[in-house]
């Protein structure tokens, strides 16, 4: 999935989702979750990182703003409320 600007990642309870930006890209929003606890790891597979937007637009909760840096992957659960920012994790490059 292609992300821009102010744009909103959907995942369709699907436990990954697959994006990249063509550049870096800010207040981006995240579906809310479908259940409690619910994981889901935002995969950027650019060369861009993606920013989220505060907590009360982008449904990720935290004082600072989430970033996907490229090629690595965040994990989020759903509290119920809100995406609870997990941990990144680093995608390496296949030949």
Same mark, same amino acid.
């Given at each position: 999935m292609l992300v821009i600007t102010g744009s909103t990642i959907s995942h369709a309870n699907k436990a990954y989702v697959r994006v990249s930006a063509d550049t870096d890209v800010t207040d981006v929003v +995240?579906?809310? !979750?479908?259940t409690l606890r619910q994981t +889901?790891?935002? $995969? %950027?597979? !650019?060369?861009?990182? $993606?920013t989220f937007a505060p907590?009360?637009? #982008? %449904? $990720? #909760? !935290?004082?600072t703003l989430s970033v996907v840096a490229a090629m690595t992957a965040q994990l989020y659960e759903w509290d119920g409320n809100l995406w609870i920012d997990n941990r990144a $994790?680093?995608?390496y490059a296949h030949p």
């Amino acid at each position: 999935m292609l992300v821009i600007t102010g744009s909103t990642i959907s995942h369709a309870n699907k436990a990954y989702v697959r994006v990249s930006a063509d550049t870096d890209v800010t207040d981006v929003v +995240l579906q809310p !979750g479908a259940t409690l606890r619910q994981t +889901l790891y935002v $995969i %950027n597979e !650019g060369k861009h990182s $993606i920013t989220f937007a505060p907590a009360d637009k #982008s %449904n $990720i #909760s !935290g004082d600072t703003l989430s970033v996907v840096a490229a090629m690595t992957a965040q994990l989020y659960e759903w509290d119920g409320n809100l995406w609870i920012d997990n941990r990144a $994790i680093e995608v390496y490059a296949h030949p």
